[in-house]
């Protein structure tokens, strides 16, 4: 039997003799990697990272993992493919190189970088140039709605105009479950001095400085100086989220003596080297020279922005980072890097960039001591509501919150394109061993608009849609975890049910985790 090497050199000379005189239309030359010894043929198939070629001698097979392959009919040689994505400043610098590098790591293509340029390549898809538009996120989606842009990065949802601007174009539903996708998270930071007395700020007062209600740190109990505060500029996905959670909640807007500045980063330098700056930053730029503040609720409750607290969206300053496609058929890696986003490895490169990635984490009720704190506010004084109240605790006492939050539009019962990719990446983590077994509690809760009583049966529904989507999405979980839905209404709020934010807040289904307890008796 003659080896590898030696059938690879005498049918490369064949071959050569054969196709020296007749031309073949989909001929490919195969060129070793270890050698100089090529072979040239009929492309017949490429199938399982192997070629498949026709030559004097017969078929010959060999492995692409060995051969450089050469001419129009090789995979991917033909396909050439250029797409741009237009994004927030903040992310086309911090995130998206990160998140390129990663898929092309983990599956192993050619990666070349030239400053915003970068060039993927591998065998079955050809080349992916993609380039880097660094824009605002408002400039972002103009540019995806006016072909400049394959995707648009922003730090925001579009609004409804710029919907309306994409239905026109032809580009469809900006918001279907094929088209937006979740990133990761950021939350928006209220940030002083490192040297400034104050530790937490509420967002009415918040509101009332940026506006120009309230210009001198006396009026808060500091130094008889003026606040001198600091803003991303109009457009930016910041200063949008900003504008809609705190200044338009209370109906007030960003006064003209606000320094106005191009991105997060600098409203974050400025803070810190201003002994009486104040302003809104990501959570990129948390640092020791800013101090961040915690956020007051105008019912008292306060809650610090951690990984958790953005995750669950019950930071009120939480954005979603958001990927936007133009809706055409995707080609080469495109598609590929776009699934890549919700793996583990990519969402571990959002953290790793310093956003919150999507992971699910565990939290016990501990550490959820805003949820005790605000139960015990309530009025207690029916009968009904202390016994939901001691159900719940006694629920969550030896329990772990998953950081999957599902939340809800007022009076709505059904999932967005987000909640139901977080209902998917959770039962794919549920199906570990380590699982197996588990009492889960989904827990519905509302806002306090209406009836208590319908709220609770509306928690409840809420509560049971998604248990029924995660075992739909997972059928084989049934067998392996027990699952009951609970609903409570509105007895533990994490907002202010005073404001628009809070009550989304409120609105939402928890999945809460504990081993089951078993009967030790002999």
Same mark, same amino acid.
């Given at each position: 039997?003659?080896?590898?090497?030696?059938?690879?050199?005498?049918?490369?000379?064949?071959?050569?003799?054969?196709?020296? %005189?007749?031309?073949?239309?989909?001929?490919?030359?195969?060129?070793?990697?270890?050698?100089?010894?090529?072979?040239?043929?009929?492309?017949?198939?490429?199938?399982?990272?192997?070629?498949?070629?026709?030559?004097?001698?017969?078929?010959?097979?060999?492995?692409?993992?060995?051969?450089?392959?050469?001419?129009?009919?090789?995979?991917?040689?033909?396909?050439?493919?250029?797409?741009?994505?237009?994004?927030?400043?903040?992310?086309?610098?911090?995130?998206?190189?990160?998140?390129?590098?990663?898929?092309?790591?983990?599956?192993?293509?050619?990666?070349?970088?030239?400053?915003?340029?970068?060039?993927?390549?591998?065998?079955?898809?050809?080349?992916?140039?993609?380039?880097?538009?660094?824009?605002?996120?408002?400039?972002?989606?103009?540019?995806?709605?006016?072909?400049?842009?394959?995707?648009?990065?922003?730090?925001?949802?579009?609004?409804?105009?710029?919907?309306?601007?994409?239905?026109?174009?032809?580009?469809?539903?900006?918001?279907?479950?094929?088209?937006?996708?979740?990133?990761?998270?950021?939350?928006?930071?209220?940030?002083?001095?490192?040297?400034?007395?104050?530790?937490?700020?509420?967002?009415?007062?918040?509101?009332?400085?940026?506006?120009?209600?309230?210009?001198?740190?006396?009026?808060?109990?500091?130094?008889?100086?003026?606040?001198?505060?600091?803003?991303?500029?109009?457009?930016?996905?910041?200063?949008?989220?900003?504008?809609?959670?705190?200044?338009?909640?209370?109906?007030?807007?960003?006064?003209?003596?606000?320094?106005?500045?191009?991105?997060?980063?600098?409203?974050?330098?400025?803070?810190?080297?201003?002994?009486?700056?104040?302003?809104?930053?990501?959570?990129?730029?948390?640092?020791?020279?800013?101090?961040?503040?915690?956020?007051?609720?105008?019912?008292?409750?306060?809650?610090?922005?951690?990984?958790?607290?953005?995750?669950?969206?019950?930071?009120?300053?939480?954005?979603?980072?958001?990927?936007?496609?133009?809706?055409?058929?995707?080609?080469?890696?495109?598609?590929?890097?776009?699934?890549?986003?919700?793996?583990?490895?990519?969402?571990?490169?959002?953290?790793?960039?310093?956003?919150?990635?999507?992971?699910?984490?565990?939290?016990?009720?501990?550490?959820?001591?805003?949820?005790?704190?605000?139960?015990?506010?309530?009025?207690?004084?029916?009968?009904?509501?202390?016994?939901?109240?001691?159900?719940?605790?006694?629920?969550?006492?030896?329990?772990?919150?998953?950081?999957?939050?599902?939340?809800?539009?007022?009076?709505?019962?059904?999932?967005?394109?987000?909640?139901?990719?977080?209902?998917?990446?959770?039962?794919?983590?549920?199906?570990?061993?380590?699982?197996?077994?588990?009492?889960?509690?989904?827990?519905?809760?509302?806002?306090?608009?209406?009836?208590?009583?319908?709220?609770?049966?509306?928690?409840?529904?809420?509560?049971?849609?998604?248990?029924?989507?995660?075992?739909?999405?997972?059928?084989?979980?049934?067998?392996?975890?027990?699952?009951?839905?609970?609903?409570?209404?509105?007895?533990?709020?994490?907002?202010?049910?005073?404001?628009?934010?809070?009550?989304?807040?409120?609105?939402?289904?928890?999945?809460?985790? %504990?081993?089951?307890?078993?009967?030790?008796?002999?």
């Amino acid at each position: 039997m003659k080896t590898m090497s030696k059938l690879f050199t005498t049918a490369a000379t064949c071959a050569v003799l054969a196709t020296s %005189q007749t031309a073949i239309a989909d001929t490919v030359t195969l060129t070793s990697l270890t050698s100089s010894a090529s072979l040239t043929g009929e492309l017949l198939k490429y199938e399982n990272n192997y070629f498949t070629l026709g030559t004097s001698i017969g078929e010959v097979q060999i492995s692409a993992d060995l051969v450089a392959c050469e001419g129009a009919a090789c995979p991917g040689a033909q396909i050439t493919v250029e797409a741009a994505i237009a994004g927030d400043r903040m992310l086309m610098d911090m995130l998206i190189p990160n998140l390129i590098k990663a898929y092309s790591d983990s599956v192993e293509s050619g990666f070349e970088r030239t400053g915003s340029q970068f060039e993927l390549t591998s065998n079955e898809h050809g080349i992916s140039n993609l380039t880097l538009k660094p824009v605002d996120s408002a400039e972002a989606i103009k540019a995806m709605i006016n072909g400049q842009a394959t995707f648009a990065m922003t730090s925001r949802r579009p609004t409804n105009a710029e919907l309306r601007a994409a239905n026109v174009a032809g580009l469809g539903d900006l918001l279907a479950a094929d088209r937006e996708h979740v990133v990761g998270y950021d939350g928006l930071l209220l940030v002083a001095n490192q040297n400034s007395h104050m530790r937490a700020v509420s967002e009415k007062v918040a509101a009332q400085i940026f506006a120009g209600q309230i210009t001198n740190w006396s009026q808060l109990g500091g130094p008889d100086a003026d606040i001198n505060v600091y803003a991303t500029k109009i457009g930016t996905g910041a200063r949008s989220l900003f504008d809609e959670l705190l200044m338009r909640s209370n109906r007030l807007s960003i006064a003209d003596r606000v320094t106005e500045l191009d991105d997060d980063g600098m409203v974050a330098a400025a803070v810190a080297s201003d002994p009486y700056g104040f302003g809104f930053t990501s959570t990129v730029y948390a640092s020791n020279e800013v101090k961040s503040l915690d956020i007051q609720g105008v019912c008292g409750l306060r809650t610090k922005a951690t990984a958790f607290s953005i995750k669950t969206g019950e930071y009120p300053l939480t954005r979603p980072l958001y990927l936007y496609t133009n809706g055409e058929a995707l080609e080469g890696q495109l598609q590929e890097f776009i699934e890549f986003i919700a793996t583990p490895d990519a969402q571990e490169m959002v953290s790793a960039s310093g956003f919150v990635g999507q992971t699910i984490s565990e939290e016990e009720l501990n550490d959820q001591g805003i949820r005790v704190a605000s139960t015990l506010l309530l009025q207690q004084d029916d009968i009904q509501e202390i016994g939901s109240i001691r159900n719940m605790l006694g629920m969550l006492l030896a329990s772990e919150r998953l950081s999957t939050t599902v939340r809800f539009s007022q009076g709505g019962n059904e999932l967005d394109s987000t909640a139901q990719a977080d209902v998917k990446r959770l039962a794919e983590k549920l199906t570990a061993a380590e699982f197996s077994g588990k009492q889960f509690y989904f827990m519905g809760f509302s806002d306090s608009v209406g009836r208590s009583d319908l709220n609770q049966l509306l928690a409840l529904q809420r509560a049971e849609l998604v248990r029924s989507e995660l075992l739909k999405a997972m059928p084989e979980l049934k067998d392996r975890i027990k699952a009951r839905s609970v609903g409570f209404g509105e007895i533990s709020p994490l907002g202010c049910n005073e404001t628009r934010t809070g009550r989304s807040i409120n609105r939402r289904v928890e999945i809460w985790m %504990q081993d089951i307890a078993t009967d030790n008796k002999v």
